[in-house]
């Protein structure tokens, strides 16, 4: 067995997935999923990548749910249930979509060299790389990704962002401010869906509200059944908004302990609540354990983008949301990446920590 320290290991968690993946003749140890670290595998959780499509996944009509009583019970059906709806109709043209795939692509399709410029450090969690690792047991994800700060301006560090291609910069600050309407209304939607007042989820993001982005790239594996894009988890966000890839389907919701597989919908976003929303709507809004399988042919491409409070901002589950029968189930809490990571990594929910 490899320590951290040797220089195997040293060298193989230098690399990227994609370095690993072009010069696989064996797969690394590293990266072969054990299934009992796997949160969701003290479940029955069937094991299956069929593909078990809708009503499991409900397709929502953003542009009505300011006027539809039936779209928003909808909407709130889908996130007390599986945590997850396909959002169609939500103002951004398909043709944005688009750019915002071709900014991801050009990227991971520059040289290793131009990817290295923007290379994480070992300890942070911002810049190119692959999965952040924490202890000498955790298996590794198929998958690199380029996470950034997108929101509040003032909050990015440019000097991870790729300089190419060019129009990288001006493409993601728009989608940043696109994405950041499209939280608005459903924030406000999910709020009046509980009858409550309709701002008040906006009002504990603050007013510097965050985004990040993550850029995911998945190789192709020939051991497919051997490994993870993403190991299960729950996101640390409010809600997350996913542009799924165009054609390769792979993200998996954990819904009544079986594996749904998310169908790709055209031209509509993945949103799923995270975390902190299943902690402000005090747990009637479902926060879905997810994962992501890999196959053996196709690569696959998709950003999410976590839309949450502002940074160091402590929330907590609405007031209007606690009585007697309903009593609080969440504490005050502050949910900063470092606490999400380091229970994330142990295979632990985060959201797990802060239950009364
Ligand atoms: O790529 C996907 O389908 C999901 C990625 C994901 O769950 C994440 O980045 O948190
Ligand atoms: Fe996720």
């Given at each position: 067995m490899m320590s951290a320290t040797s220089p195997e290991n040293y060298d193989l968690l230098n690399k990227q997935v994609q370095e690993v993946a072009a010069d696989c003749h064996q797969l690394p140890e590293r990266y072969i999923r054990k299934e009992d670290e796997e949160y969701g595998s003290h479940t029955n959780a069937v094991e299956s990548s069929s593909t078990i499509t809708s009503p499991e996944v409900p397709v929502i009509d953003v542009s009505l749910l300011n006027s539809s009583p039936l779209e928003l019970a909808k909407l709130k059906f889908a996130v007390g249930s599986c945590g997850c709806f396909q959002a169609i109709?939500?103002?951004?043209e398909g043709s944005f979509l688009e750019k915002v795939r071709e900014i991801s692509r050009l990227f991971f399709r520059s040289s290793v060299e131009e990817k290295k410029k923007c290379l994480r450090a070992d300890d942070d969690i911002e810049g190119y790389g692959n999965d952040m690792v924490l202890s000498d047991q955790q298996t590794i994800d198929w998958n690199d990704r380029l996470y950034l700060t997108a929101l509040p301006k003032h909050q990015q560090r440019l000097q991870f962002w790729p300089q190419n291609p060019s129009h990288f910069r001006e493409v993601l600050d728009e989608y940043s401010s696109k994405i950041e309407l499209i939280n608005e209304v459903v924030l406000k939607a999910l709020a009046r869906s509980l009858n409550l007042e309709e701002n008040c989820f906006l009002n504990q993001y603050g007013t510097n509200s965050s985004m990040s982005a993550r850029f995911n790239y998945y190789p192709p594996c020939e051991?497919?059944?051997?490994?993870?894009?993403?190991?299960p988890h729950a996101d640390g966000s409010a809600i997350t908004v996913l542009l799924q890839d165009k054609e390769v389907e792979g993200l998996q919701i954990l819904k009544d302990d079986q594996w749904v597989g998310v169908p790709i919908v055209r031209d509509a976003l993945t949103i799923n609540v995270g975390d902190q929303m299943e902690i402000m709507s005090n747990g009637i809004f479902k926060s879905p354990v997810h994962r992501v399988l890999i196959n053996s042919e196709n690569e696959r491409m998709t950003v999410a983008m976590f839309c949450m409070p502002q940074t160091e901002k402590d929330i907590g589950p609405e007031d209007d949301l606690i009585s007697d029968e309903t009593p609080r189930l969440y504490k005050n809490v502050t949910f900063t990446l470092d606490f999400f990571f380091k229970n994330y990594q142990q295979g632990r929910r985060a959201i797990d920590a802060c239950k009364i």
């Open positions: 109709n939500h103002g951004i051991w497919p059944d051997k490994v993870l894009g993403v190991k």
